[in-house]
């Protein structure tokens, strides 16, 4: 079983080894067939310390670490 990964930007430092990550995908509306762009943030696990808000991030699904934390950061997305 493949974890899943996703690609997103940094919008927020929340406490120590923790980003707050938005990743944006394209939809189509039901009714207008519009594509559109829905977000979601999540929290993730920074374990260096080492991305700056407005960094893009891969994220990769991980173990529960807290409450909201289940992602982790994979890399610094290119």
Do not use: C
């Not at 394209?26 to 979601?40: A, E, G, N």
């Amino acid at each position: 079983m493949s974890r899943r990964t996703m690609q997103g930007v940094v919008t927020g430092k929340s406490g120590d080894k923790t980003v707050v990550v938005r990743v944006d995908r394209l939809m189509k509306h039901p009714l207008y067939k519009k594509t559109i762009r829905r977000s979601r943030r999540y929290h993730v696990h920074d374990e260096t310390n080492e991305v700056q808000v407005g960094d893009k991030v891969r994220i990769g699904e991980s173990r529960p670490l807290s409450k909201l934390k289940r992602w982790t950061v994979l890399e610094p997305a290119v």
